[in-house]
């Protein structure tokens, strides 16, 4: 049997493909690359380059491939761009999430994880929030997922699927042995800033909003290492196939840092401190938001092996490092 993964020519879909592949896993790749790029994806892993919107299309990957398992990273993911086109948001997030688990019920699959988002509770009452905290989104992003979240727990009941929902935080770094990372426009804080501690592009850094209820003014919010992300799949793979019942766990470290944090720990990386400006707060953006990861550490014995600012920023900037050789051998 093999596990589906959506999305995996994007980000973390990627990451996912090396963990499964390296736990001796067989997996298929699906992706409409209008994210993705296919040579992020590791060799010898199959690849259809399919919408999750297209009926048919998914039954004919369920038909092709001996699928057991679905891993839905496929979507659209920036906050402030789902302001700007939230019907577009609520089309790829909610609607086409719809019809892949139309697609899964049809094919008899019973074991389903959902790549949902912290963003489902908007501007949290308190910090660190556990996953009981009202869902009260602040962007169409958030309420895309949290909608999906609902239709996944409804269709799951219905059709005896049972299902893990991670709501990760922010998700940043890149693979450890340089195999993968984060393309794409550099809109994620740690990777503009890797960019830019590069020399990549000639601009400070902007920071948006200096003055938000936190300490020192900037935003805080909780990095969660890619690849520890991706092992918390697969314990939650383990959980389903060993008949665990559904469950929605946060993914985050439970700790926060602020936009001058993350700064400062490039400063610490590179050696030299990073030009920036301060710009005007952006839409869509609450003030905090760290995990309460109680749940995820005792319920799939999640075991981060890289909460580590610092780590995170240095596997960012090894990446970018690497993109940017091959975006010029390719010049
Ligand atoms: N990156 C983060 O910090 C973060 C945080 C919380 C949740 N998430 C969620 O994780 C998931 C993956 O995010 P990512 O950071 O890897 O983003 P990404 O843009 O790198 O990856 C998404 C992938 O899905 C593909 N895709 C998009 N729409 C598709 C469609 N209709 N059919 C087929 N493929 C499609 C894209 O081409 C891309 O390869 C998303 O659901 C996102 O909301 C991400
Ligand atoms: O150039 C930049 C980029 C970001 N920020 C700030 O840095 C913080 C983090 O921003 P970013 O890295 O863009 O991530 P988020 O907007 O927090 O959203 C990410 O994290 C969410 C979970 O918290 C996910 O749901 C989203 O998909 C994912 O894009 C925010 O306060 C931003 O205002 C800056 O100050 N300058």
């Known amino acids: 049997m093999s596990v589906l993964v959506t999305g995996g020519a994007g980000y973390i879909g990627a990451h996912m493909l090396l963990a499964l592949k390296d736990a001796g896993e067989s997996a298929v790749a699906l992706d409409n690359l209008s994210t993705g790029a296919r040579w992020l994806t590791p060799d010898g892993i199959p690849f259809v380059e399919a919408d999750v919107g297209d009926e048919a299309a998914l039954a004919k990957v369920f038909r092709d491939h001996n699928i057991g398992e679905v891993i839905h990273f496929a979507g659209s993911i920036l906050v402030s ?27 008899g699959i019973k ?76 809109t994620h804080l740690i990777k503009a800033a890797a960019q830019i501690a590069l020399g990549l592009r000639q601009e400070k850094l902007k920071i948006y909003g200096n003055d938000y209820p936190t300490p020192d003014g900037t935003a805080i919010r909780d990095y969660v290492h890619v690849s520890d992300l991706a092992q918390a799949h697969l314990a939650a793979l383990e959980r389903l196939r060993n008949q665990g019942s559904s469950i929605t766990l946060n993914c985050g470290y439970g700790q926060g840092q602020s936009v001058f944090e993350v700064v400062d720990a490039f400063r610490r990386v590179t050696g030299e401190a990073m030009d920036y400006e301060i710009a005007p707060r952006r839409a869509g953006d609450p003030p905090q938001l760290i995990a309460d990861n109680a749940a995820i550490r005792t319920v799939l014995d999640w075991r981060p092996r890289y909460d580590d600012i610092d780590f995170i920023v240095k596997t960012a900037i090894d990446w970018e490092q690497q993109v940017g050789k091959r975006q010029g051998n390719a010049a």
């Open 81 to 107: 761009e789902s302001l700007r086109h939230p019907l577009d948001y609520y089309q790829n997030n909610t609607a086409n999430t719809m019809t892949l688990l139309k697609a899964c019920v049809a094919a």
């Open 111 to 186: 074991r389903f994880i959902f790549s949902s988002t912290a963003s489902v509770y908007g501007t949290p009452e308190r910090v660190p929030v556990s996953e009981q905290a009202p869902i009260r989104s602040i962007s169409p992003y958030g309420a895309s997922m949290s909608m999906s979240e609902r239709i996944l727990q409804d269709a799951a009941t219905a059709h005896d699927m049972s299902y893990v929902t991670l709501r990760y935080f922010n998700v940043a770094g890149a693979d450890p042995k340089g195999r993968a990372g984060e393309i794409g426009k550099p």
